[in-house]
């Protein structure tokens, strides 16, 4: 198990090989389909993401007592949806960590080797084991325009568990199940 | 469990929490045993082991398994149809979405706004089916499982499928080999045979209230459902698609009758967090 701390520099992303898993630590930040289509639009993020976690992830968010937000629920939603709009964010956010489930295409590998950055799978609807890890929310961007499953949470984390998916040497262990699978259905239909 | 003194509204609260929050049984077994065939330290069992772990901690928080609380689909006895208004189940879903069972889910298509409340027109959806069991169930379903369900038109060439039940296999077979692991495997799957292209992604949906564990009545459908769970667990896909033995949990086969020139094969995939209750009525 590797521990992952805010800020993610360039070096510890390129020393992540596919298949490791890690303990993510920081802030990071929620960004799903709204979010990606804004900035794809030229929309201006209030935020800064260099160096930075984007979660793709819809959480549920409840107000306690005494005002303050409660992360109940946060797993990752399937990341595929981002294709079109993911290398440029990588690219011109300097994106280090992009955490999410299902994986990501061939763009989005490329961006990632050639910018620095990983995909990194949480447990798909391991949404109370995700929650755990929300230390608590530090802000959030978005949440009258989006509402509250699509606005740009900004959760403080602690050793959040995922899996090196992606990495910076152009290996997808998403690309590797598939081949297997494709091999296997062939032989038996 | 059961109190006389809770009102309807009260009782689908319960419904909905208890669905939001917990497995079934069966579903349980199922993912207790498929980690127990991966090897200890493999990327399947840790995938497996956390679901595991997720199901214990939101089962004893009360909080949700999964934060994509889904599409909500009533199902409800006729016989209770002035008990379980749909006005009912809007209050019990509105006060469930306050607490924090349900995330906002629901978004208006036209404007793109989000309604607070999950409460509109078209949701939840509530069916009145016509029985006299006087049950209410709910199917909690995500969208990740639901970008997966998929609709077949026989014969398919590029699957190399006629209108049989060989046709059938392959269809599910390329439906569950498409979805790798984006439908948050290993999944289950409800198909219809069949019907035509509204009545067949009703009755797939309704196959996925079916335990995991009981047995088709139609011999040849009990057959192929057999016969496809072991070969798509044969893939290789695994738990959220890293790879593993267990791909899916179950295959739930229905049949409707269909017209001389349609054959359509459909397919309802739902995620591991399959969230289906059931409250009976006095």
Not at chain 2, 75 to 87: A, D, E, G, I, T
Not at chain 2, 162 to 170: L, Q, S
Request: glycine share 10%.
């Amino acid at each position: 198990m590797k521990n992952l701390v805010w800020p993610f520099t360039e070096k510890d992303v390129r020393a992540l090989r596919a298949g490791d898993a890690v303990l993510v630590s920081g802030p990071v930040r929620t960004g799903r389909d709204r979010f990606h289509k804004y900035f794809a639009d030229g929309g201006r993020l209030p935020f800064s993401l260099k160096d930075g976690a984007l979660y793709h992830c819809g959480p549920v968010v409840v107000k306690d007592a005494r005002g303050e937000w409660r992360v109940v629920a946060a797993g990752p939603t399937t990341s595929v949806r981002e294709n079109p709009y993911e290398p440029a964010l990588i690219e011109k956010c300097g994106v280090r960590l992009v955490i999410g489930k299902g994986g990501m295409d061939s763009a989005t590998l490329e961006a990632c080797a050639k910018c620095g950055c990983v995909y990194l799978q949480a447990v798909g609807g391991a949404a109370a084991v995700a929650a755990k890890s929300v230390k608590r929310v530090r802000s959030v961007a978005f949440l009258e325009e989006f509402g509250a499953a699509e606005a740009a949470w900004e959760f403080e984390m602690e050793d959040f568990p995922a899996v090196v998916a992606m990495d910076t040497h152009g290996v997808s262990l998403f690309e590797e199940t598939a081949r297997v699978s494709a091999a296997r259905l062939a032989a038996i239909c | 469990m059961k109190s006389p003194r809770q009102s309807p509204e009260e009782r689908i609260l319960g419904l909905i929490e208890r669905t939001s929050t917990t497995l079934p049984d069966d579903v349980l077994a199922a993912l207790g045993r498929a980690a127990r065939r991966e090897g200890r330290a493999s990327r399947a069992r840790v995938v497996l082991d956390t679901i595991l772990e997720n199901v214990r901690i939101a089962s004893a928080q009360g909080t949700p398994l999964c934060q994509d609380t889904g599409t909500l689909s009533f199902y409800v006895s006729s016989s209770l149809r002035r008990k379980v208004s749909p006005q009912t189940i809007a209050k019990a879903v509105a006060r469930a979405t306050e607490r924090g069972l349900l995330r906002q889910n629901t978004i208006d298509s036209v404007t793109g706004r989000s309604v607070a409340s999950n409460v509109c027109h078209g949701a939840p959806v509530v069916h009145y089916v016509d029985d006299w069991e006087n049950a209410v169930s709910l199917l909690m379903k995500g969208g990740g499982s639901e970008n997966m369900s998929v609709q077949f038109s026989l014969p398919d060439a590029a699957l190399g499928a006629g209108r049989d039940m060989e046709g059938v296999r392959r269809c599910l077979l390329a439906a569950v080999h498409k979805a790798q692991g984006f439908g948050c495997a290993p999944g289950i799957l409800g198909v219809c045979v069949g019907g035509d292209r509204a009545s067949a992604f009703a009755e797939a949906k309704r196959q996925l209230f079916r335990r995991l564990d009981d047995e088709n009545a139609v011999p040849e459908l009990a057959k192929l459902e057999k016969r496809v769970l072991r070969e798509a667990n044969s893939l290789g896909i695994g738990p959220m698609g890293l790879g593993g033995k267990t791909t899916l949990l179950g295959v739930k086969i229905g049949a409707l009758p269909r017209v001389p020139a349609s054959f359509f094969v459909t397919v309802a995939y739902l995620c591991w967090a399959a969230r289906r209750g059931r409250i009976v009525f006095r």
